[in-house]
């Protein structure tokens, strides 16, 4: 889950992403006009937000669907080979 600047957004399985995004004021999510499409994540439309049955829903879909995944390998993130422990 992300609540950003364009909106509250969760990490959903595609199959979901598909149907919530068939919904009027549901985007995926970008941080920035230009930016890159954050392809797991959907902006939930105001109409999911006001109403907590939906949104508790979207919620449990969500996290249904992120403990599911699996854990990233220990140290698997690429370390910029520009950047130091000083900066």
Do not use: C, H, Q
Request: net charge positive; charged share 30%.
């Amino acid at each position: 889950m992300s609540l950003t600047p364009v909106g509250f957004a969760i990490k959903l399985p595609e199959d979901s992403r598909n149907t919530l995004s068939k919904e009027r004021g549901a985007k995926p999510l970008r941080y920035f006009p230009k930016g890159p499409i954050k392809k797991d994540y959907v902006v939930l439309p105001k109409a999911v937000l006001n109403d907590v049955k939906a949104l508790r829903n979207w919620v449990r879909v969500s996290v249904e669907y992120v403990v599911s995944l699996p854990l990233p390998a220990k140290g698997s993130r690429k370390r910029n080979e520009n950047t130091t422990l000083d900066s």
